[in-house]
């Protein structure tokens, strides 16, 4: 595989908040290289987002990168300078939201939200600027661009305006792509096609992509490798086959197993038990351990990062047996 | 549009009459004019005579007929005072409150817009909590006692500005004004603060809340994704959709400045139409309260008009095809 175009090392980005810090992301490592789609899984809270966030250096106050290294193409992105840090974002970094009837600016035309993407990075006429965004409107699938960059946000349907927000992350050709549940807010069928938009282009332009979501029926078909995240730390890693198929930590089990089957019509669906805990107040050692079926006295200590199998990386004491997989793996 | 225009100009014709009468009977209710205008020592032919010569002898329903037969000509009436035309009497003072006002209003989107934003954008800092202590004292201290302050400051003490009336007027592009001279701008500034301050204070604080509210929406944030500047983010991003809030607070308070600069007026001894009003209603000048009345309603049917066509210049989701008020 290609050298990584982004590292991220022991990534810490807190909330320093009035009840307390929040440790949203808590070291946090992985890579991502030229045409690879990562994954990252994880429900809401544990700090998939935050990551993201982080790396485009859009972390508000009162949260903070407050440790670990960004390096994106042999640079690190922790205290780059807010100039240095807006010349990358959009050109060589992009990032599509979860939203799309939240990401594009109700009050301003389409031709001027992209226009003004472009000429925020390059010196460039107002008629070749045009000529760009119709062509990024013609290649994410939206037909007759010309009058619709004269459009408004509202008059787009949600599928449209997603393809549109895509279309603005694409136009300087990035070579990182952030998408932030990009497709959770969309109809199953609307859905599909942007998915098949993305990978197409991504392979097309050999760009390297995040892609932050909680519904592992979507990493599966898309993406290569996969992230786990759990209150704020990667609990497990691997390629997507791999870890679908034998997921190793009892989270990623829990979370496979709760993916409604074909194969298991008819039965409960495999639950896990209790909530999420509150970032404020996380179980010592393991945060998972008050929810997890394999939990003993070992794992009030925080588990370091281990290889039970080759090139997968677990959190965790007691590794998912093999008689122990809830699910069967989840097709797209 | 056009439908739209025509709409709003008979409802405004329907109010204009309600408003009228109300008005007409009020003060009719209120008391006799001619106990105050006559002299005591007036003999009760003088009286009568001076009835008949107002027209206040007859019914008040003919006397309201007559008034708007009258109005309908363009003729609301002398005043029972001056003896002219009231139209004329509040159109002569109408250029010193309308220049009054509008410094106000100026001062206070120039000075209340960037002082919100800057509270808006840095909350916890020093300045931003300052700005917001500062507007808190801007609308709860009394508008009479703030004047006479800035004129114990300003013109007393210091001995920088005049303390009352109107400066030398000058004319140009046709139009009368006394901001064309440096005396006026001298004169304009201390009464123009006064009645800005309530308002400013108004702006400062929607706009902290309104930039407060768009500055964590995602469509900012996107905005920040693409690399734009702070400048272009803030200067378009969320200026543009926090401007929705402040034109409608700005438009009518633009109008409530004209109507209701009396305070301001009598404080600073400004010449404008406050000042006449109140004069009008201590002598019961039926005419000039009528007229006066007549006049300021219009000017709040056209401001509202226009901040309605404003808000289609400044969201594009209202169209003026859908606006069916």
């Known amino acids: ?332 | 549009m056009t439908v739209f225009i025509i709409r709003r100009t008979l409802q405004a014709v329907i109010v204009l009459l309600v408003m009228s009468a109300i008005v007409f009977l009020g003060v009719f209710a209120i008391g006799d004019p001619v106990a105050i205008l006559i002299s005591p020592d007036a003999t009760q032919a003088d009286i009568d005579a001076a009835i008949r010569n107002l027209g206040l002898d007859k019914p008040i329903w003919e006397q309201y007929l007559v008034f708007l037969g009258n109005a309908l000509q363009g003729n609301l009436g002398d005043s029972f005072v001056y003896n002219e035309p009231a139209i004329r009497l509040i159109l002569q003072r109408m250029p010193a409150t309308l220049e009054l006002a509008v410094v106000a209003v100026l001062l206070s989107i120039f000075v209340g817009i960037p002082l919100g934003m800057w509270a808006g954008l840095r909350p916890s800092g020093v300045a931003g909590k300052s700005i917001m202590v500062g507007s808190i004292f801007g609308f709860s201290l009394p508008n009479f006692w703030q004047g006479i302050m800035l004129i114990l400051l300003f013109a007393v003490i210091l001995g920088w500005l005049p303390a009352f009336g109107r400066g030398d007027t000058a004319e140009f592009l046709g139009i009368r004004s006394s901001l064309w001279t440096l005396d006026g701008w001298a004169h304009i500034i201390l009464p123009a603060i006064n009645l800005a301050l309530f308002n400013t204070s108004l702006v400062i604080r929607l706009t902290r809340a309104s930039v407060r509210e768009v500055i964590g929406l995602d469509y900012v944030k996107f905005a920040r994704a693409k690399g734009l500047s702070r400048r272009r983010v803030v200067g378009v991003h969320v200026m543009k959709n926090i401007m929705i809030p402040l034109v409608t607070v700005i438009g009518l308070e633009l109008a409530s400045l004209i109507a209701f600069a009396v305070v301001t007026e009598t404080v600073f001894a400004w010449p404008g139409m406050g000042k006449l009003i109140i004069d009008s209603i201590f002598v019961l000048d039926r005419p000039v309260i009528v007229a006066y009345m007549m006049i300021i309603v219009l000017m709040f049917i056209a401001i509202n008009l226009i901040v309605d066509i404003l808000y289609s210049v400044f969201d594009p989701r209202v169209r003026l095809s859908d606006m069916k008020r």
Request: aromatic share 4%.
């Open chain 1, 1 to 332: 595989m290609a050298d990584p175009i982004l590292k991220v090392s022991n990534l810490c980005t807190y909330f320093h908040t009035k009840a307390g810090v929040v440790k949203s992301v808590d070291d946090v490592s992985f890579e991502v290289a030229p045409g690879e789609i990562l994954g990252v899984v994880g429900e809401s809270g544990s700090g998939k987002s935050v990551t993201g966030f982080s790396i485009m250096g859009l972390v508000d106050p009162p949260g903070r990168v407050d440790g670990g290294s960004i390096v994106f193409d042999g640079r690190d992105l922790v205290g780059l300078d807010d100039g240095q840090m807006r010349r990358l974002r959009g050109k060589r970094i992009a990032m599509i939201f979860q939203d799309p009837m939240m990401t594009l600016n109700p009050v301003l035309r389409i031709d001027t939200q992209m226009i003004e993407a472009l000429t925020a990075h390059i010196t460039i006429s107002n008629e070749e600027a045009r000529q760009r965004c119709r062509d990024a409107l013609g290649m994410v699938g939206i037909p007759s661009p010309d009058e619709r960059l004269k459009s408004y946000p509202h008059q787009f349907s949600g599928g449209m305006r997603q393809r549109v927000a895509i279309a603005i992350a694409l136009l300087h050709n990035p070579e990182l792509i952030i998408a932030d549940e990009p497709t959770t807010a969309l109809d199953v069928t609307i859905q599909a096609q942007i998915l098949y938009e993305i990978q197409r282009l991504v392979s097309e332009h050999n760009t390297a992509m995040l892609w932050i979501t909680h519904d592992l029926s979507v990493i599966a078909g898309l993406a290569q490798r996969v992230a786990v995240m759990y209150a704020g730390k990667v609990v497990e890693t691997g390629t997507v086959a791999e870890v679908i198929d034998r997921p190793l930590h009892p989270y990623t089990n829990g979370l496979i197993g709760s993916v409604p089957s074909r194969n298991r019509r008819g039965e409960p669906l495999a639950q896990i038990p209790g909530m999420t805990p509150s970032p404020l107040n996380l179980p010592q050692g393991c945060a998972f351990r008050t929810r997890c079926p394999k939990a003993d006295e070992a794992c009030a200590v925080q588990p370091g990062i281990t290889a039970p199998l080759p090139n997968r990386f677990i959190r965790c004491f007691h590794p998912v047996e093999a008689q122990e997989v809830i699910g069967e793996a989840v097709s797209a």
